[in-house]
Structure formats: structure tokens, C-alpha cells
């Protein structure tokens, strides 16, 4: 799948957002992706989850036991990532702020992990859901995700793809352009 088509699916869904958006890092920006909407079609899901799939070296995809992923935002294309790459799929939540398997999910001592993401913006819950997955005695040995606005910078300690990078320029509270400030702020993201 080309970035051209990526994109399209985005827009086919009205999933790219234009506005003034606060994200879940607590950065600001002109533009959202609403992953919830491109993936709310199973059909537009599933190839979405395939092309991501197919942008994971063959070796690796052998090394992966189970798939994993944050709540809200990873666990639709988590569920369909292990689906395209026939694994079991499991997820974490934030019941009370950090996250932590439930729902009976474990992960085996030793056991390699994919961690899968919806979009990646500054990694901050991408670390955590790593650490999480870590401490409950897995080895993440890569992360994907859909889209990465850090422009390829962002250090996850693991080797990172994603279907998609976009440049989308993000503004911390102090650093809000004064055009962008001029628009009320949404907040579409599922973290408080």
C-alpha cells in the first residue's frame, strides 16, 4: 500500500481531522488522525493491518509470539494485527492510570512481543505500554504502528515501522502559533 493510498483511507473514512486538536501527549496541532474512524470499517481494518504487516522484516514476524497493545487506541489494529499475522492478540488498559494486563491476559515469562499502536506522537505511551508488557515478563522485540508524527525520531528502545510518516507539525501549550490559538481546542483522543 502506498502513502498515497494510506492517506486515502484516511480521508475515504473522514478520519484526517483539520482544526486545533489537543493530542494525547498534550501537544497542540492543526491536524488529527482519528484512527477509530479508519478503522471502524473491518474490511478497511484488515488492509490497513496487512500492508502494516508486510512492512515487517520476514525474520521478525517469525520471532513474534503474541501481539499487544494499549487501550483505546491500539486495540482494534492490535486485534487485526494479530489476525494478519495469525497470533493471538491481547491488550492493556489504564484502569487506574498505568497500564496492566486484565480480563485474565498474561503474558509467559520470555514470551516475544509485537506491540502494536495506533499512532505514535511522541512515544510517551508507547514506553509505557513497553515497560508494562516488560515487566509482566515479555520481551517487546518491535513496535509498529499505523502512523508516526515524530518524523522517524522517536526512540522506543525497540526497532519501529509504521505504515506511514507524517510531518505534522505539533505545538507544546506555550509554543501554539497564534492562528492555531484562535480555534477552539477539541480534545478527540481517549486519555484525560
Do not use: W
Request: glycine content about 10%; some cysteine.
Amino acid at each position: 500500500m502506498t502513502d498515497d493510498e494510506v492517506i486515502e483511507e484516511f480521508r475515504a473514512s473522514e478520519a484526517l481531522l483539520e482544526g486545533h486538536f489537543k493530542l494525547s501527549s498534550g501537544r497542540h496541532s492543526g491536524h488529527y488522525l482519528q484512527c477509530a474512524r479508519v478503522l471502524m470499517n473491518p474490511a478497511r481494518a484488515a488492509r490497513l493491518a496487512e500492508a502494516l504487516a508486510e512492512k515487517l522484516p520476514e525474520d521478525l514476524r517469525q520471532q513474534i509470539d503474541k501481539v499487544v497493545s494499549p487501550a483505546m487506541g491500539g486495540l482494534i489494529i492490535g486485534h487485526e494485527m494479530g489476525r494478519a499475522l495469525g497470533k493471538d492478540a491481547i491488550f492493556l488498559e489504564r484502569p487506574s492510570g498505568t497500564f496492566e494486563l486484565r480480563r485474565g491476559f498474561r503474558i509467559e515469562p520470555g514470551e516475544k512481543l509485537l506491540m502494536v499502536e495506533d499512532v505514535v506522537t511522541t512515544g510517551l505511551s508507547s514506553r509505557e505500554a513497553i515497560a508494562a508488557a516488560h515487566e509482566a515478563g515479555g520481551e517487546v522485540i518491535a513496535e509498529c504502528a499505523l502512523i508516526d508524527r515524530t518524523s522517524g525520531s522517536v526512540d522506543l528502545g525497540v526497532p519501529f515501522y509504521a505504515l506511514l510518516g507524517i510531518d505534522f507539525p505539533s505545538y507544546a501549550e506555550d509554543e501554539v502559533p497564534e492562528e492555531l490559538a484562535a480555534i477552539s481546542v477539541t480534545k478527540p483522543g481517549s486519555r484525560k
